[in-house]
């Protein structure tokens, strides 16, 4: 068992940080990050000050943290034949459709988004930030990628959940849909992106377009993009 100045929990602790401002909704105190790790704040305040100095932290004016600009260009670097398959079918996706379009890929047993774009045309759109999670077990997203994954592929991602249904429905048509799962009064239709890391593609609207339409459009614009990032 590492002991608590052990390098190997320091390190854990850190990422552990980076977690946890990633999931809040606003950057955080010190005391906030100290109760997350379930230490004290003075083991919280020298964590936070080495990200800090690395840039994966940023403070602001009130001495809170939130995650830093660094953090983005190491993401520009996870699946990057894919990000660039991805970005322009993505906004030819949003452009027709007048919807926000994005990229998701499995981090565990979460969905997390990677890329995302919003329509250039003058229309009113729902905004997904990069780096926003949710479990796989929820939303269209998680349906999707769920479709791509063996029995063995959802142990080994710490899923113990069963498939069901509703996966091998998504399975069977190319793409799932969800209506407020992850947001509420907002509807998601997703479709698989074939890689070697676990994605898929996803529209947000308000309810009261075509289901099926837009499915099959999703559908089709992931599997240009599983062909271009080859």
């Known amino acids: 068992m590492p002991s608590d100045s ?7 602790r850190g990422l552990r940080i980076l977690d946890l401002l ?17 230490v004290h704040r003075s ?26 600009p660094h953090v983005a260009t190491l993401a520009r670097s996870v699946a990057t034949d894919l990000q660039s398959a991805a970005r322009p079918e993505l906004q030819r996706l949003a452009d027709e459709l007048g919807m926000t379009a994005f990229l998701v890929v499995l981090d565990r047993s979460e969905c997390v988004t ?4 919003e329509p250039r045309t003058p229309v009113a ?4 930030r990069p780096g926003s999670r949710h479990s796989v ?22 899923i113990a959940a069963p498939e069901t249904d509703e996966v091998a429905s998504a399975r069977e048509a190319g793409y799932a ?51 271009a990032a080859r």
């Open 114 to 117: 990677l890329l995302t774009t």
């Open 137 to 158: 077990l929820v939303g269209a997203p998680g349906i999707a990628i769920q479709t791509l994954l063996s029995s063995d592929d959802r142990l080994s991602h710490g």
């Open 6 to 12: 052990s390098p190997s929990q320091t390190l854990a």
């Open 177 to 227: 849909s969800s209506h407020g799962e992850v947001i509420p009064g907002v509807t998601a239709i997703a479709a698989p992106v074939a890689n070697a890391l676990p994605a898929a593609i996803a529209v947000l609207f308000v309810s009261g377009a075509n289901d099926r339409s837009i499915g099959e459009r999703v559908r089709a614009a992931a599997d240009t993009i599983a062909r």
């Open 43 to 68: 083991v919280a305040y020298r964590l936070v000050r080495t990200l800090e100095d690395s840039s994966l932290v940023v403070r602001d004016a009130a001495g809170l943290y939130a995650i830093g």
């Open 22 to 38: 990633a999931d809040a909704a606003r950057p955080m105190s010190v005391a906030g990050l100290a109760d997350g790790l379930g």
């Open 125 to 128: 759109s729902i905004a997904q």
